[in-house]
């Protein structure tokens, strides 16, 4: 008989392990340190307005997996969803991401695609050759104007640092699109759980194989008479921070109640650096197949994460990738863990990316145990 497996975090990282193992036969033991199961992406009712709240901010749920659109539907019904996002700059309203009808808002024109592409590019700053830092980018993509208004003051608040800071690489594509296409998303499969994404994560825990217990924060004690330990709390977490804290921004949600209809949309971005905060969800809007009189919003401000704040965005520029390399190899030293998920592995990652992830992850731990071999130390390389 193996041993039986312990998982650190209920999130979607460690419910899709655990279940994939269950089903292979295994014991599985699920800990977290919260009060909760779903990890960031948990949901609850809100008591006075009945709207369902994203506790940790808004979570659209988009992917091109077949599987993973699949597997999320076994588990729960998903609502048709469109993610549709305005901003506010400079005291107006406009269509995001950059389209045809946000340029023509914007600077007063009634252009089709063909003449939009020829005036984005008039705008381009073509004296910028190899651009090295997210402004260059920005600047060579689209212009002075349209930087100012919808990326420079948004960026500098999510990254608490000039865009002038921040390398090229983190603005890959061209953020324009010369249509009407407002969608947010360009992935085939998009929508919303019916009942919230903990309900989906109790349906992929429930299992007779699985063993779930909350408020309890891990100690690597905690690993004896378990043959190995998944891992998706923080990496630097693990070893007690004995190299210094890998750098997160965190997220302050400043909640307030409002009667009726707050901004008709679920999400209302804020361009300028002179509102503190990035953004207002309006949580009503996410279940637009649910009905109810009052609303709840959350504004949302980011800023650096103290030891005792939620980790939310990885910063991943030069500084902490030294410091994530000394991680790695203190990690790869270790014997029956895998460090799994965004926190374990220290990356950005959608729920979709999540859950391929932690399928695969659960697939290759069964083959080295299968084979007699050493189980993957990470999910994926960070
Ligand atoms: C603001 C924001 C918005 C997002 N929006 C979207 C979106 O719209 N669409 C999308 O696809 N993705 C979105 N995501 C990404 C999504 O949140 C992640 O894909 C998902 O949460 C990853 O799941 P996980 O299990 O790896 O991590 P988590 O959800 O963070 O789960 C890790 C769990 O481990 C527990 N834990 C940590 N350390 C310990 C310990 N020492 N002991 C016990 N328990 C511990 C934590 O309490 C937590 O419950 C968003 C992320 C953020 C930050």
Not at 48 to 75: L, Q
Not at 374 to 382: D, G, H
Request: hydrophobic share 35%.
């Amino acid at each position: 008989m193996t041993k039986p497996v312990l998982i650190v975090g209920a999130g979607l990282s460690g419910a899709v392990i655990g279940r994939e193992l269950a089903e292979a036969g295994h014991l599985v033991r699920i800990i977290d340190r919260r009060s909760h199961i779903a990890g960031n992406c948990h949901m609850a009712r809100d008591e006075a307005s009945g709207v369902m709240v994203h506790v940790y901010g808004p979570h659209i749920f988009h992917t091109n997996d077949d599987e993973v659109w699949a597997y999320v539907n076994r588990h729960m019904t998903f609502m048709p969803y469109v993610n549709r996002v305005k901003t506010t700059s400079n005291g107006r309203v406009y269509s995001l991401p950059v389209n045809l009808h946000t340029i023509n808002q914007f600077f007063g024109k009634t252009l089709g695609p063909d003449e939009a592409k020829a005036f984005i590019l008039s705008l381009s700053d073509a004296s910028i050759g190899e651009p090295v830092t997210f402004e260059d980018q920005a600047l060579k993509f689209v212009g002075r104007e349209l930087y100012e208004a919808f990326f420079e003051g948004y960026t500098r608040k999510q990254w608490g640092c000039s865009p002038r800071d921040l390398p090229a690489s983190i603005l890959k594509r061209l953020p324009v699109r010369f249509n009407y296409d407002d969608n947010y998303f360009s992935h085939r499969f998009q929508g919303m759980p019916e009942h919230g994404y903990t309900e989906m994560v109790a349906s992929i825990l429930s299992h007779e194989n699985i063993e779930v217990e909350l408020e309890r924060d891990f100690v690597r004690a905690d690993a004896e008479g378990f043959g190995h330990v998944f891992y998706s709390g923080p990496l630097d977490g693990y070893f007690d921070y004995e190299f210094g804290r890998l750098g997160y921004r965190t997220l302050d949600f400043e909640e307030f109640r409002h009667d009726g209809d707050y901004q008709g949309c679920a999400v209302m971005n804020y361009g300028n650096a002179d509102v503190p905060y990035t953004r207002i969800t309006e949580h009503k809007h996410f279940s637009p197949w649910e009905t109810h009189e009052r609303s709840i919003c959350y504004r949302e401000y980011s800023r650096a994460c103290g030891p005792d704040d939620v980790p939310y965005y990885p910063i991943r520029l030069s500084g902490e990738q030294a410091l994530l390399a000394q991680y790695v190899a203190r990690a790869r030293m270790e014997e029956n863990v895998t460090f799994v998920g965004r926190l374990g592995t220290y990356r950005y990652l959608d729920m979709d990316v999540t859950i391929r992830e932690a399928l695969d992850t659960a697939q290759s731990y069964i083959g080295a145990v299968t084979g007699n071999l050493r189980p993957p130390v990470f999910s994926m390389a960070p």
